[in-house]
Each structure stands twice: as structure tokens, then as C-alpha cells.
């Protein structure tokens, strides 16, 4: 279920005054409820339906898969264990927003190095608006996750993987 929920949800794009759609990603919240692993194979399954959809491509699936899928994963999951330290609420938007600036940083080398883009574009374009994202993003897994911790709080208490 949260696969097919991830999969609309990150597939919803927003576009933009300059010509760049964004889009939420789900995948922080993916692996705060169930471990970077099981988020990762969230995130190909997701990206692999958007490509049939049209959204992305198959010629981008892998790299989108490293940026999105592993790196945003496996950020989330192991910040949180540091940041989930100090403050469970903390805990989950820092890691959030911390995965979703290490993806935005990686999709930026990405596209200079493919020759599609120049840095300048991209700080003036990209980088606020994921600035953005990953704050409204953040405040969103915090109140989801606290929702679901007083409603059905079994749910937040298994291994994750």
C-alpha cells in the first residue's frame, strides 16, 4: 500500500515561474517507517510505474534510482538515528531535510557533468526550490509520523530493514 501511495504522491508535479517542475519525494517517510532498504525497492518500484506513466523515463530510471531512491533512503534512515537522538520531532526533519539537500546535490553534479545545464542555472532554479520542498516535506513527515504514533503507534514499533 505505501508502495502505490508513494508512487502518486512523488508523481505529482508542481511546476514552477521558471520552467523546472518539482515534486515531493515520499521516500524520507518511506524509510523513517520501514529502513532504507525496503524504501529503496519503494523507490524503484515507484519510479519504474512513473516511467510507464510517462513521468521520468526508462533512460533515467538508474540515475534517478541512485539520487532518489538509495541516496534519499539510506540519508533519511541513518541521520535519523543521530538526529532521532536529541529529538524524536527533530530527529525526523533533520534527517528529512538532510536527504532531500543530499539528493538535490547529487542531481546537480548529475546534470553538470551530463553537459545539460550550467551551475548558475541550477543554484538559481533547482537548489531554492528544494530548499522549499525538503522544509515542507519535513514538516510533513513530522506530522504524519506523530499522527500515526498516537493513532496506531504498533505500526512505528518493528525492525526496519
Known amino acids: 500500500m505505501l508502495t502505490a501511495v508513494t508512487t502518486v504522491a512523488?508523481?505529482?508535479t508542481v511546476p514552477t515561474p521558471f520552467g523546472i517542475s518539482i515534486h515531493f519525494?515520499?521516500?524520507p517517510l518511506d524509510s523513517l517507517l520501514l529502513g532504507p532498504v525496503?524504501?529503496?525497492i519503494i523507490s524503484l518500484i515507484a519510479l519504474l510505474f512513473q516511467s510507464f506513466l510517462g513521468i521520468g523515463g526508462f533512460t533515467t530510471l538508474?540515475?534517478?534510482?541512485?539520487?532518489?531512491g538509495l541516496t534519499?533512503?539510506?540519508?533519511?534512515?541513518?541521520?535519523?538515528?543521530?538526529?532521532g537522538l536529541l529529538n524524536d520531532k527533530f530527529g525526523i526533519f533533520a534527517s528529512t531535510f538532510i536527504s532531500i539537500i543530499c539528493a538535490t546535490i547529487f542531481q546537480v553534479f548529475v546534470l553538470i557533468l551530463s553537459g545539460s545545464t550550467n551551475?548558475?542555472?541550477?543554484?538559481s532554479t533547482l537548489v531554492p526550490f528544494y530548499l522549499l520542498v525538503a522544509i515542507i516535506e519535513g514538516i510533513l513527515?513530522?506530522?504524519?509520523?506523530?499522527?500515526?504514533?498516537?493513532?496506531?503507534p504498533n505500526i512505528l514499533d518493528f525492525e526496519k530493514i
Open 119 to 123: 551551475i548558475e542555472m541550477l543554484v
Open 38 to 40: 525496503s524504501a529503496s
Open 141 to 152: 513527515n513530522v506530522f504524519i509520523l506523530c499522527l500515526i504514533g498516537k493513532l496506531m
Open 10 to 12: 512523488s508523481a505529482v
Open 72 to 83: 534519499i533512503s539510506f540519508v533519511t534512515y541513518y541521520s535519523y538515528r543521530i538526529f
Open 62 to 68: 538508474g540515475v534517478n534510482f541512485l539520487i532518489m
Open 25 to 27: 519525494f515520499m521516500f
